[in-house]
């Protein structure tokens, strides 16, 4: 089904592998936007370009299984409050591009070593994760070897179908916005008591800073909402705060 969200010539998808290998990444002119100083977060639009958007479609579709979320001891497992699909890419020349400038985005200070693998994740009908936090509270997801916890994290709307409704992603400890030229990203109709709901629209990303003085920040909590129509397909860019052992950094291919 994925495969609807954006055109892909059959031309296109059958060269990427042949593409990839001499992809030269594009001058970025992006604008962006901060939306909340404390804690920061900061919409993006047109993070990504069209023809990432149509890669990122491709190298993922046939791969997704059901997402899992880590309970208090560290394991991950199944649950009722996260049902969409995901899975983790390998770092091709395409990928490459966007975790480079993931990293640059973030200061020239933030190494490849402290990235983890970018997490595609797809949400059809009535998916959904309820409202969660990027950051850990378990100690075994947060040791040196994982490169303590996560510091920053990109949220990227690759795709979305033309009649989607609803699958925003929610911050509902946020106060909504007083300028009405946000709500061309931010869905302005919700009431005041929940928060502010970003839209799912394609290629634009929000990023935002996990930890306050290096333990996590509960105002981050954020939620993907159900999707009442159509599908979509996101992308998660996580940083730690330090360097993640080789077994878990991304792998570059």
């Known amino acids: 089904m994925l495969a609807h969200l954006l055109p892909i010539p059959l031309l296109a998808v059958l060269a990427t ?5 001499n992809y030269t990444c594009p001058q970025h002119l992006y604008n962006v936007q901060i939306f909340s100083e404390d804690p920061l977060i900061i919409y993006i639009p047109e993070f990504i370009t069209h ?15 059901s997402s899992q979320i880590a309970d208090q001891t560290g394991q991950q497992h199944l649950a009722s409050t996260r049902t969409s699909r995901s899975t983790s890419l390998h770092s091709d020349e395409v990928v490459r591009c966007i975790e480079e400038r993931a990293l640059q985005f973030q200061g020239y200070d933030i190494p490849r070593t402290r990235l983890e693998p970018i997490q595609a994740v797809t949400y059809l009908l009535g998916e959904n ?3 969660h936090t990027d950051w850990f509270t378990s100690p075994t997801q947060t040791t040196p070897e994982f490169g303590g916890n996560r510091a920053t994290s990109f949220f990227v709307y690759v795709a979305a179908s033309t009649d989607i409704v609803g699958g925003g992603t929610q911050f509902p400890l946020l106060d909504a916005p007083t300028n009405e030229r946000w709500c061309e990203y931010v869905n302005c109709d919700a009431g005041f008591d ?10 634009n990303a929000v990023f935002w800073r996990n930890l306050v003085k290096g333990r996590g920040d509960r105002r981050t909590l954020h939620a993907g909402l159900p999707v009442q129509r159509g599908e979509k397909l996101g992308m998660n860019i996580w940083t730690r705060e330090a ?11």
């Open 243 to 253: 360097e993640l052992d080789g077994r878990y950094r991304s792998q570059i291919i």
């Open 194 to 203: 929940e928060g502010v709901t970003f839209r799912p629209l394609p290629r």
């Open 17 to 21: 592998a042949a593409t990839t290998q």
């Open 51 to 65: 023809e990432e958007a149509s890669h990122l479609q491709s190298i993922s579709t046939g791969r997704f299984s």
């Open 129 to 131: 994760y309820k409202p």
